[in-house]
């Protein structure tokens, strides 16, 4: 399995960035697709997941109502669209592949993952 990340960047607090994650070399549909994030010295953390059929979404506290994850299963992709973004969602943000349909928020049931995007926000 391997993955293209793209969207990170440089934006003001209060901005939006879209990241995209298209994935190649599995049947993208059967499993779910997660975003995490690391900031500097810290662990990294769940941010959102979706089931392989796009119908279940779930998020962390910090990030509702702001980010939406979606899938398009005809494109192997997976976005993150981000809005009123704030500066501690500064942080390298990664896509990821669990081993099942509806997926977990634990680090360690995502066996696939990309390379990362860095996301900076300012205040």
């Known amino acids: 399995v391997q993955f293209v990340e793209s969207g990170g960047g440089l934006v003001q607090a209060g901005g939006s960035l879209r990241l995209s994650c298209a994935a190649s070399g599995r049947t993208f549909s059967h499993y779910a697709m997660g975003w995490f994030r690391q900031a500097p010295g810290k662990e990294r953390e769940f941010v959102a997941r979706?089931?392989?059929?796009?119908?279940?979404?779930y998020y962390e506290d910090s990030v509702k109502g702001r980010f939406t994850i979606s899938r398009d299963n005809a494109k192997n992709t997976v976005y993150l669209q981000m809005n009123s973004l704030k500066p501690e969602d500064t942080a390298v943000y990664y896509c990821?592949?669990?081993?099942?349909?509806?997926?977990?928020?634990?680090?360690?049931?995502?066996?696939?993952w990309g390379q990362g995007t860095q996301v900076t926000v300012s205040s």
């Open positions: 979706i089931s392989g059929s796009g119908a279940n979404t």
């Open positions: 990821a592949a669990a081993a099942s349909r509806f997926g977990s928020q634990l680090v360690d049931t995502y066996p696939y």
